[in-house]
Every structure is written in C-alpha cells, then in structure tokens.
C-alpha cells in the first residue's frame, strides 16, 4: 500500500469513527463538581452542578415550572445511562412554562445550574432531602427506539 492510499484509508476510517459519535451539547461542556443528589447537603448550596435522569413529575406554576428528577450517571455524551442504579432525586425548577405532556414521566433530561437550596418533602411515609437547582440549560432527549432483533428460520 503506497502513502497516499494508506494516507486516504485512515482519513476515511477516522471520518467513519466521528459520524458514529455522539456530540456534547456546548451548554453541557465544561468541569462540574463530582457531587450527586444523594449527597448534597446545605453546605453545597450555591455550588454549580450537571446532573441528568429521567423525569418523575413535571409541576408548572405561575411563572416558573419545576421537575422533580431521579438522577442517573451520565454517559461520555452527557445522556443519562440507562440502569436501574440511581443517584438521588433532585427538583429543578426553571421560569416559564414546560408543559407536562412534553416533559413526560420517565423522559431523559440533563441539566447545568445552581443548588439554590435543600427542601424536605414526602416519598411515600419517609421525608426524603431534595437539592433544588435553578437551571440555566436543560436538554431533553430524543425517546430511546427499543431495537428490534429479527432471526431467521432455523433449519
């Protein structure tokens, strides 16, 4: 194989590699404390957080809407992993409306904002510690496809 070709073939194979990437939204980019839900006290107020998970309700107010999350660890591309593992609940609450039926239960969401404070709430009987952020960028993703695997005839 002479240069140029080899020179051609690894252009083709790294431009074959990037279309099959995920990209980071540039909102979400950027060094974030390691802090999770679960784990944030009153002390971790004002701290600046991203964190993601699926929707559990949607709460529109007056003049602001309020999500309250179960969080996930979030993938290289900054999408909640899919698993039955959990890292806390937290609300999120940003001015507007979001409505309801659009940012449905078990939608994927991943944020950037600010603890603003800790509020106690009901799960059931047990009074659970939420963080609450103010956002200031919120992705929702696309739906995940289940995939569908077809296998032929056995003979």
Request: negative net charge; contains cysteine; glycine residues 6%.
């Amino acid at each position: 194989m002479n240069h140029l070709t080899r020179t051609t073939a690894l252009l083709l194979a790294s431009l074959l590699l990037s279309v099959g990437c995920t990209s980071i939204p540039v909102q979400l980019e950027g060094n974030y404390t390691s802090l999770t839900p679960e784990n944030a006290t009153e002390a971790d107020v004002k701290t600046a957080v991203r964190w993601g998970g699926i929707v559990l309700e949607t709460r529109p107010e007056e003049d602001f809407t309020c999500f309250e999350i179960l969080s996930r660890q979030l993938s290289k591309s900054m999408r909640p992993v899919y698993s039955d593992q959990d890292g806390g609940r937290f609300i999120a609450c940003k001015p507007g409306f979001y409505d309801p039926e659009v940012f449905e239960k078990d939608r994927e969401v991943t944020l950037t904002g600010e603890i603003i404070y800790m509020d106690t709430r009901k799960v059931g009987e047990f009074d659970y510690h939420y963080p609450v952020v103010d956002i200031e960028f919120m992705s929702l993703w696309p739906v995940r496809r289940e995939r569908v695997y077809v296998y032929g005839p056995y003979y």
